[in-house]
């Protein structure tokens, strides 16, 4: 009997199985996809300034 999951990225069935290196992705590709989603969601939180200089010295006054 085998255990079979959703793939994150596509949503293909996936069986759940040593032999499948990419779980619980149905392959690289979607691995990739889901790490380059999140590194670039990553990436743009932390290029954006939390706080603008501008609107602390306002507050300030
Ligand atoms: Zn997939």
Not at 20 to 41: H, M, N, T, V, Y
């Amino acid at each position: 009997m085998t255990k079979t999951v959703q793939c994150p990225q596509c949503g293909q069935p996936v069986p759940w199985q040593d032999d499948q290196k990419w779980k619980p992705f149905c392959s690289e590709r979607c691995k990739l996809i889901d790490l380059g989603d999140w590194a670039a969601e990553n990436h743009r939180i932390a290029g954006k300034p939390a706080i603008s200089p501008e609107n602390e010295s306002n507050d300030f006054h």
